[in-house]
């Protein structure tokens, strides 16, 4: 598939809302369709981050090793989410493994190349750190309930 | 609201303070912790109805008493059921008893989901935990009467995949056409394949038109709080969001004000309050 085919794609994406002409010309300009299989490894912990995610069907879950428990699944992604905010933040590594549950379609975007641009177009950067600051506050909220145990018997 | 246990004879459920004898007709282990108990009146046949909400005070005897919600379907008139999960002194009492032992009940008590006002809307339901019991009768009602509601949607969160309530039925409610079930987990080892994350995370996608939609809401007060927030995210009014509050009772009648919560007490006027009547005291630790 062609670059210009995924314009009209991203551009209705609620993610992307708000983005200026230019900035989103230039983010398709990073995008690219991925597929995986169901059970696929999309990344792994401590790997460079140079990519993120727009998930257009499937699902994806997010796990951490827990040497008690094992594999620990801690959250997982759909349709409509973005996995992956990691390449916008340095170190610029995984902070998590990700695997597919089910054979999963997604936008992938180099993080790498819209990295440079942020460091060269301030304007572009804050509209990613605003987007992705927020969805990192909702996975801190997230996760506070999770640790919270609000389900568990002396909750 | 009136107590409408009604016991052919004889006819000792006129005075709402005094338990009226109920044998357990079967248990059902739900979960490590939960049970469902399927009750009728120990003394004959007896009608029982009650609006999906509302719950009946249920005596252990020499133990204590407990406000536990119908979790039955309400076009059941002659069996009624409870799910109660096993916390404390009372619960866990109640988890020892077997098919055949007799328990004193009162009740039904207290408000009911706006099954009828829903009429013409969406209807989400948003559950965590334990939460899914007093919501059953409601989705029980709305399935019954189908047509008369827009979409209807249930969102669900549980622990693990070991504390989901009811699996076999939200297998069969999330087969049909005409209802969108989505279950969450907030953990779970490999095995499971579906969402993991908290119920709030479903709300955002959920199928529903926020503007003609009405949310019933039941859950630990911290879920509830959260669930509230995303819904008003996502356009639905105040008035329109319904949630189940829980304060410990004696009387359920109104008179004891054990389970006074702000200007309301919860036996009667709730225990299912529109969230704008409770907007300003909720979530308060002091209230
Ligand atoms: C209107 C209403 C409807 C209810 N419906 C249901 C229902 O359908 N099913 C059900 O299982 N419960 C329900 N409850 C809660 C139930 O009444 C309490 O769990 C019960 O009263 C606890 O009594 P206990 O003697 O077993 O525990 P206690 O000995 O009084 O408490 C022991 C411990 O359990 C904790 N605890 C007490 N209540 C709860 C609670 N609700 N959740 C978590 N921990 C708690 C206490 O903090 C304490 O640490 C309802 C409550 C209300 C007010
Ligand atoms: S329990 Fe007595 S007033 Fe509510």
Known sequence: MTTTTLEPIIREQPFFSGFEDKYLKLIVSCAKNVRFDEGDLVFREGDPANQFYLIREGMVAVHVMASQKGLVTVQTVGQGDILGWSWLFPPYRWHFDARTVRPTRALAFDGKCLRTKCEQDHGLGYEFLKRFTRIVVERLEATRLQLLDVYGAHS | ?287
């Not at chain 2, 019954?144 to 699996?167: E, K, N, W």
């Not at chain 2, 006074?260 to 005291?281: N, T």
């Open chain 2, 1 to 287: 609201m009136a107590p409408t246990l009604e016991i052919s004879e004889p006819k000792a459920a006129a005075d709402p303070m005094l338990p009226v004898p109920c044998r357990i007709r079967r248990v059902r282990n739900e979960t490590a912790d939960t049970f469902t108990w399927e009750l009728q009146p120990a003394d004959g046949p007896a009608r029982f109805a009650f609006q999906p909400g509302q719950f009946n005070m249920l005596y252990v005897f020499g133990v204590g008493e407990v406000p536990i919600s119908i979790s039955g379907d309400p076009a059941d008139t002659q069996s009624f059921r409870h799910t109660t999960r096993a916390v404390g002194v009372v619960t866990r009492a109640m988890r020892q008893l077997r098919a055949g032992d007799v328990l004193g009940v009162r009740g039904p008590f207290g408000s009911a989901w706006p099954i009828e006002a829903a009429a013409g809307r969406d209807v989400v339901i948003v559950a965590g935990g334990i939460g899914l019991a007093p919501l059953r009768p409601a989705l029980c009602r709305l399935l019954a009467q189908r047509r008369r509601y827009g979409r209807i949607v249930l969102l669900y969160g549980a622990r693990t995949p070991q504390d989901i309530l009811f699996p076999h039925e939200l297998e069969r409610w999330r087969g049909k056409f005409d209802l969108e079930v989505q279950v969450t987990v907030d953990r779970s080892a490999d095995t499971w394949r579906g969402n993991v994350g908290v119920v709030t995370t479903l709300i955002p996608c959920a199928p529903f038109e926020p503007a003609n939609a009405v949310a019933l809401v039941c859950g630990p007060e911290v879920m509830m709080r959260y669930t509230v927030r995303e819904l008003q995210r996502r356009g639905i009014a105040a008035d329109r969001i319904h949630v189940s509050m829980e304060r410990n009772m004696k009387c359920a009648i109104g008179f004891c004000g054990h389970c006074q919560y702000g200007p309301a007490f919860i036996c009667k006027d709730g225990p299912i309050f529109p969230f704008d009547r409770v907007e300003s005291i909720f979530g308060k630790a002091e209230v």
